[in-house]
């Protein structure tokens, strides 16, 4: 991380989240866009890099978009960037597998044809179309929740770092 931050100041960047997915971001977008400037990447370029991962990776219900964020999020923080440094990769894969298994646990699964209780992705004509932001959209999808809990435990990982 770039950037000094205070818990509070974490706490803002998780409700950032929510409000990114509530103006109609996608969960991944959401995630990573409210946290992208610590590590001096602008919040455009963040929305742009996250877009692709919007119903669990291109609406294919696989892994969760608000999951791929924190996974991007990782990356982020404690990537490597030496191809011959398999420590750093071991120590960020690390991170990852830490941070989803909480994730797991609070939800249920990554997945998120199971996180919406639908059978998955069943290939239909336009089935890249997005569902449109109703609010019938938001009453029935865990999605706001699910953003919330990603953003969170990114901001609770983050926050473990300044405490130690």
Do not use: H
């Not at 931050?5 to 990114?20: G, H, W, Y």
């Not at 690390?94 to 909480?102: D, F, G, P």
């Amino acid at each position: 991380m770039t950037k000094v931050i205070t818990k509070e100041q974490l706490d803002e960047r998780v409700a950032r989240a929510v409000d990114n997915f509530m103006a109609g971001y996608g969960c991944c977008q959401s995630v990573v866009a409210a946290f992208a400037d610590l590590y001096g990447l602008d919040e455009t370029m963040a929305k742009r890099i996250a877009a692709g991962f919007g119903g669990g990776v291109g609406r294919l219900r696989m892994m969760c978009g608000a999951v791929s964020g924190i996974v991007m999020l990782v990356g982020l923080d404690c990537g490597q960037t030496e191809g011959s440094d398999n420590a750093g990769k071991s120590a960020c894969y690390k991170v990852v597998q830490e941070l989803l298994a909480q994730s797991k646990q609070a939800n249920g699964s990554l997945i998120c044809a199971e996180i919406l209780g639908i059978k998955g992705y069943e290939k239909a004509p336009n089935s890249y179309i997005a569902s449109p932001r109703t609010a019938e959209y938001y009453k029935t999808r865990p999605c706001a929740a699910k953003v919330e809990s990603a953003a969170r435990i990114f901001a609770d990982y983050l926050a473990s770092l300044i405490d130690n």
